[in-house]
């Protein structure tokens, strides 16, 4: 895939989470993540004590003797997490890194991340709001597959709503784009999803060409 514009900087590294290990994998945990960090360029004591920092951090020093495929899901999610982080990576792809993690897990995952995130690129998928607003400076938000929201992320006291109403069609599109405002054709009205500080203007706007709202709520939950 090429990009259609604009300049594309490749990272020199990139550190990622596994979905699965391998079906049979023969190593314990910790030869598992030395294998790994060997294959990054590390040297064996600074693997060694990199282990172990992040052992202690996700409480899995009994479980680094432990064949990998005899690990619970949870802790082959940590060896995936340590796997990602061993390496001084300059972008981390983690795809719903919290899934699968206990509490305390979760919330040593996002102190590491706030640690690292102003030295390096990371890039992250989650369907809870809060993850994104506890770490994304910049989120992109996919609904029904197509790009909802690419900017800044409205903060706890800056909610969503949705505005559902019936649009003329004789209303350009453009009018809302500088809203950030994106909007679904639903039972035979437009449904648009906006952040609080626009709602005004985009019901103003709406008004303003001949539209009618039917509605106005708050969006809650999931992304």
Request: charged share 25%; with cysteine; net charge neutral.
């Amino acid at each position: 895939m090429k990009q259609a514009r604009g300049r594309l900087n490749e990272p020199k590294s990139c550190g990622y989470i596994p979905e699965h290990f391998p079906e049979g994998i023969r190593f314990q945990l910790k030869e598992y993540l030395i294998l790994m960090g060997q294959i990054s360029g590390i040297n064996g004591a600074e693997i060694n004590r990199r282990i172990a920092v992040y052992a202690e951090r996700f409480q899995i020093k009994s479980f680094l003797q432990t064949p990998l495929k005899k690990c619970s899901k949870g802790t082959m999610q940590k060896a995936g997490i340590i796997q990602a982080l061993l390496s001084d990576n300059e972008l981390l792809l983690l795809d719903e890194p919290l899934t699968g993690l206990d509490p305390a897990s979760k919330n040593e995952l996002l102190d590491i991340l706030k640690e690292l995130k102003n030295e390096h690129t990371i890039v992250f998928t989650a369907h809870e709001k809060e993850t994104a607003d506890l770490l994304a400076d910049r989120v992109f938000v996919l609904e029904g597959g197509r790009l909802r929201i690419d900017g800044a992320f409205p903060t706890s006291e800056e909610q969503m709503f949705t505005v559902s109403a019936k649009v003329p069609d004789h209303i350009n599109e453009a009018l809302w784009k500088d809203l950030q405002a994106t909007v679904k054709k639903q039972n035979g009205a437009s449904e648009f999803t906006v952040a609080e500080v626009n709602v005004d203007e985009l019901l103003l706007l709406l008004l303003q060409n001949g539209g009618s709202v039917r509605d106005v709520r708050q969006k809650r939950g999931k992304l």
